[in-house]
């Protein structure tokens, strides 16, 4: 008896890591935009919404799971270019609260667009059969799909991390969210890195939303719902930290399965007390430094 | 000529808000489309004029407004349906008093921080009491709703006034949005609204010329939760129902919509928002399902192109608004 309920504690725990490295990677993404443009992105959860779908339709047309894998991220990539372009752009030098504003509406029309387009009851995505089995870890059985998540979550961090810390690219989009103003003083094209980090931010959601559809299902409301838990992940770990937004979005996760598995109804509840407990004790966050962008 | 004519009753209106107020709004259900719509644009204006107060004059972000309106209308609910508390007037009153604590706990916490984190913050507690009411199903009906509000006749001075009636119903919304629009109107010509608003322009220098500024935000948070919570109470009686969608987060995201197309910092723009957008819904739902496409199209073009609203841009130049 003993036995078995530690193995599901254990199934628990890893499936919060699952959930806790969506969350990292959307958390990441709207970091990094708002670290270098002030700019939070409400519509960062419609993304990841949008790039569920699109894995949806792809799976469809290419019957491929890998092709759909690489070709999501960047489709849902390259409209998040295109909304840079031609909306968000146009509010840079305002109230931070424009751009928030901007991107409500933009969410609520997406909502709206994707039931259009695919419907307004929720879809269901296999994972590729080559994952579709459980493996045995030795105490308990999880699903393969799952640890390709997590193995999936840990490469693209690893690759931004060293992309953000070895390439110039990285040093200028750091410089720029320290102090854009003097990286523009030194000549550099401050409009195409916003550009740039706008569109990796958004794949990386698009991303998010092609892993966790055959987890979670596909449906309209999925993007509004994750981006007020990766609101609370960027309180949580302090905006504009990337260890922050890692740390906060795993111990989320955790939280979220393990509350699942003990008190199902309080699950949804505990993530915003823990969010109100560190609002008393650091109200900066975890990481965060007191007085950025505030 | 016409021109002339319009500026000098947009003049007559901004230095007799209250009393403009009064006289448009004792005509309005007979020249709205129907009487229900007349109704709700009284009650969701006062609901924007309560994020207004917050958003607009006090320069705070709120994306979580649901939470107040949802906690008036549950506690109004609540007390009526569930406590058999035989009185409209104390029902209300036990509305507006959940709201008002909500308001204060939940303005605590927000106000921690600063800028866009306050934004975040509120639209995470309003999803929080989303999910506890959800859950809390004994109580609040869960995702059924709260059903069965008995709309008892209201006891008044020299008899009792049954509100089944629509048109009495609407006169009896009538006077307790008047009583909140001429305490609004007393708050901003206060000290108090002086400080607000300078908190809007210049936060900093508020600090600086010694105010407490979260003392002055919280007591801000607290009067906003208050409006709204008075309509939440209203619409619990008028739809003698509450849903559990009075919490979500799309509740807070209409009311912010609102007072962004009517102008915020307005004083009449949640009024003027609140009809237009009701308006747009009902016209627009005729002719497609995805009528909030339409909409959040409209909201992007207002936030880019005219981030003063309609009433902020009609009035545009005229001074004190």
């Known amino acids: 008896m003993l036995d078995i309920s530690l193995q599901a504690l254990a199934a628990q725990v890893f499936t919060g890591l699952v959930m806790g490295g969506i969350l990292v990677l959307m958390a990441i993404g709207l970091s990094l935009i708002f670290g270098l443009m002030t700019v939070v992105n409400f519509a960062h959860g419609s993304f990841y919404m949008l790039g569920a779908y699109v894995a949806f339709s792809l799976m469809g047309l290419t019957k491929s799971f890998w092709a759909t894998l690489v070709l999501a991220p960047l489709v849902v990539g390259a409209l998040g270019l295109l909304v840079e372009r031609l909306l968000i752009r146009r509010l840079y030098g305002r109230s931070p609260d424009d751009p928030l504003l901007l991107t409500f509406g933009l969410s609520l029309a997406m909502v709206e667009g994707a039931k259009l387009v695919w419907g307004k009851i929720g879809?269901?995505?296999?994972?590729?059969?080559?994952?579709?089995?459980?493996?045995?870890?030795?105490?308990?059985?999880?699903?393969?799909?799952?640890?390709?998540?997590?193995?999936?979550?840990?490469?693209?961090?690893?690759?931004?991390?060293?992309?953000?810390?070895?390439?110039?690219?990285?040093?200028?989009?750091?410089?720029?969210?320290?102090?854009?103003?003097?990286?523009?003083?030194?000549?550099?094209?401050?409009?195409?890195?916003?550009?740039?980090?706008?569109?990796?931010?958004?794949?990386?959601?698009?991303?998010?939303?092609?892993?966790a559809g055959p987890m979670r299902g596909v449906y309209a409301e999925m993007g509004v719902e994750i981006i007020i838990e990766c609101f609370v992940v960027v309180v949580v770990g302090g905006?504009?930290?990337?260890?922050?937004?890692?740390?906060?979005?795993?111990?989320?996760?955790?939280?979220?399965?393990?509350?699942?598995?003990?008190?199902?109804?309080?699950?949804?509840?505990?993530?915003?007390?823990v969010m109100a407990v560190v609002l008393l004790i650091r109200p900066s966050g975890l990481f965060g430094e007191a007085g950025l962008a505030e | 000529?016409?021109?002339?004519?319009?500026?000098?009753?947009?003049?007559?209106?901004?230095?007799?808000?209250?009393?403009?107020?009064?006289?448009?709004?004792?005509?309005?259900?007979?020249?709205?489309?129907?009487?229900?719509?007349?109704?709700?644009?009284?009650?969701?204006?006062?609901?924007?004029?309560?994020?207004?107060l917050l958003y607009g004059y006090t320069g705070l972000l709120s994306f979580g407004h649901a939470a107040y309106y949802g906690?008036?209308?549950?506690?109004?609910?609540?007390?009526?349906?569930?406590?058999?508390?035989?009185?409209?007037?104390?029902?209300?009153?036990?509305?507006?008093?959940?709201?008002?604590?909500?308001?204060?706990?939940?303005?605590?916490?927000?106000?921690?921080?600063?800028?866009?984190?306050?934004?975040?913050?509120?639209?995470?507690?309003?999803?929080?009491?989303?999910f506890i009411a959800f859950h809390a199903a004994d109580l609040t009906g869960g995702d059924d709703g709260l059903r069965g509000i008995p709309l008892h006749p209201i006891g008044l001075p020299g008899g009792s006034l049954s509100l089944r009636d629509p048109l009495a119903f609407y006169f009896f919304a009538y006077v307790l949005v008047v009583l909140a629009v001429a305490g609004l109107k007393r708050i901003l010509d206060s000290p108090f609204g002086a400080v607000l608003q300078a908190i809007r322009e210049n936060s900093d220098r508020a600090v600086a010329c010694g105010y407490d500024i979260n003392r002055?935000?919280?007591?801000?948070?607290?009067?906003?939760?208050?409006?709204?919570?008075l309509a939440g109470g209203l619409d619990a009686l008028r739809l003698t129902v509450v849903p559990v969608d009075s919490l979500y987060w799309s509740t807070s995201g209409q009311v912010v919509i609102m007072t962004l197309l009517g102008g915020a910092g307005t004083f009449f723009g949640p009024f003027v928002g609140a009809a237009t957008y009701l308006m747009l819904a009902d016209r627009l739902s005729i002719f497609i399902e995805a009528w909030p496409l339409v909409i959040g199209v409209i909201f992007m073009a207002f936030v880019l192109f005219l981030p003063r609203g309609i009433w902020g841009t009609l009035t545009a130049g005229l001074h004190g608004r």
């Open chain 1, 123 to 211: 879809l269901t995505v296999d994972p590729p059969k080559q994952l579709a089995a459980a493996v045995d870890l030795g105490f308990m059985n999880f699903p393969v799909y799952r640890l390709f998540v997590i193995a999936v979550t840990a490469a693209v961090l690893l690759a931004l991390w060293l992309f953000l810390e070895k390439t110039n690219v990285g040093l200028i989009i750091r410089a720029g969210s320290r102090d854009a103003l003097m990286v523009r003083a030194l000549g550099l094209d401050l409009n195409r890195i916003w550009l740039l980090v706008f569109g990796i931010g958004i794949g990386m959601a698009g991303l998010a939303g092609v892993l």
């Open chain 2, 1 to 52: 000529m016409i021109r002339g004519a319009f500026r000098r009753l947009t003049a007559w209106v901004a230095a007799h808000p209250v009393a403009s107020f009064i006289v448009f709004f004792a005509v309005f259900p007979f020249l709205a489309p129907y009487q229900s719509l007349a109704t709700q644009v009284l009650i969701f204006g006062l609901f924007a004029l309560g994020f207004n």
């Open chain 1, 239 to 273: 905006m504009g930290s990337l260890a922050g937004a890692i740390v906060a979005g795993l111990l989320m996760g955790e939280i979220v399965s393990l509350t699942t598995f003990f008190a199902p109804k309080l699950a949804e509840i505990v993530v915003f007390v």
């Open chain 2, 71 to 130: 906690l008036g209308a549950y506690g109004t609910g609540i007390a009526l349906a569930k406590l058999k508390v035989a009185s409209l007037w104390v029902g209300l009153g036990i509305g507006l008093g959940t709201a008002v604590v909500g308001g204060a706990v939940v303005g605590f916490f927000c106000l921690r921080r600063r800028g866009i984190y306050f934004a975040m913050l509120t639209l995470a507690f309003a999803q929080m009491l989303y």
């Open chain 2, 216 to 229: 002055v935000k919280l007591l801000s948070f607290v009067f906003s939760a208050l409006f709204a919570g």
